[in-house]
């Protein structure tokens, strides 16, 4: 069975820094492509951050690049999300999610349950 | 990027009457499309992706049709469990994107 355990959130002052993680289990992290995706509190959802399944590439939405950086560790089957200079406006709960993939395109089927990132003073 | 306008915004249906919810494309994203559902304090599920093929254990009763710009989501006969959240979403441009959401809620 595919699941997906966030950890890492919590209150944090703008400017500051945070470490998201998402602990896989049921297949391995290695294979898939996996991304991050947020939802301020009562919106909807954002997309945030994939990486390939090769670990090759990566790519941000705009709102977030050159201040947070996806990875992950095969070894641990770990995905994380390293998340710098935050703003109030990243307050959000982050979910990841594995996607799957055809030969031309990739949709999430398993996502986490969230954890809550909170950035104020 | 690619817009997705979802609407109504807010759906009353009573249990067991059909629903249908609506979703534009600002531009052609073929049928790499897909709809999921959320309940209040739980996660994103997947429900139908290239536009029209039900995931893993989703219940006959959700269909999706539609392709290039305009895709529709058919509840035939609502039951309880529905009733939540339903969120669009393409994946055939970076970056992907979300409709802002169709609300499902008993009438």
Known sequence: ?121 | EIVMTQSPATLSVSPGERATLSCRASQTVSSNFAWYQQKPGQAPRLLIYGASTRATGVPARFSGSGSGTEFTLTISSLQSEDFAVYYCQQYNNWPVTFGQGTRLEIK
């Open chain 1, 1 to 121: 069975e595919v699941q997906l355990l966030e950890s890492g959130g919590g209150l944090v002052q703008p400017g500051g820094s945070l470490r998201l993680s998402c602990a896989a289990s049921g297949f391995t992290i290695g294979s898939y492509a996996m991304s991050w995706v947020r939802q301020a509190p009562g919106k909807g959802l954002e997309w945030v951050s994939v990486l390939s399944g090769s670990g090759t590439s990566t790519f941000y939405a705009d709102s977030v690049k050159g201040r947070f950086t996806i990875s992950r560790d095969n070894s641990k089957n770990t995905l994380y999300l390293q998340m710098n200079s935050l703003r109030a406006e990243d307050t959000a709960v982050f979910y990841c999610a594995k996607e799957a993939c055809s030969s031309t395109s990739c949709w999430m089927d398993y996502w986490g349950q969230g954890t809550l990132v909170t950035v104020s003073s």
